[in-house]
């Protein structure tokens, strides 16, 4: 599988490099070689804002609190929603428009009113991860086993019994479902609004090399926030199997016929 997956990146990376050699105008689409020496360059010699670590911590750090702040207030808006079925359907109208603005637009007014700095981006990464996770987690509580929750009950468990043991072990998988795909949202929130206006960050480097038409090092950007949501997700399988240990393994089609 490992080596399937080298030949694929060994062979559109060579074809790329061909194109932008022989047919293509590397001005525009930029060639590997010249992004790999962009890479080199900033984490050698820094950027023009300064050291490029500087500007990935800033960025993580934002990401980082966002997917926090978000992730959290997801989960138990989520749930609580989800086990207050009256509350959720008034509420349910305004869920839904709040979701559909357009996050680019949300990242201007957040830098209007919390400035250039990290307060910002915060916010723009809190409303992208907290959408992602709330739906999740709300779905999860609407789906645990009725019959669970009235065994429960019939054995004089509370509701914040039935809710602590029950509603939020059966969501967890969902929860950690959403998760995944949040940590990445997180990372696109702080990028967008570093990209909307900031003087540091991952996302005003992109900006300025697009502002000075410079491929590679858009491209070498896109590389830097994409190893660390890779990262990220790495982190988070590894925390989920932890916490989910008390799952069945899933049995496949070979072992079920056994």
Sequence with gaps: MWLVRLIFVVVWLGSWELAATHWIDPFFYSKPSAIWERLVDWFTTGTAFGSVWTQLIITLEESVLGFVIGAVAGVVLGILLGRARFVAEVAAPFIKAANAVPRIVLASLFIIWFGLGLTSKVATAVVLVFFAVFFNAFQGAREVDRNLVNNARILGASRTQVLTSIVVPSATSWIFASLHAAFGFALIGAVVGEYAGADKGLGL??????????????YAGMIIITVVALLA??????????????RPPVQTSGEQRA
């Design 233 to 246: 997700e790495w982190l988070l399988t590894l925390l989920e199997n932890r916490l989910l240990r008390w």
């Design 205 to 218: 480097l992109i900006a300025n090399a697009q502002g000075t038409f410079d491929a590679a090092g858009i």
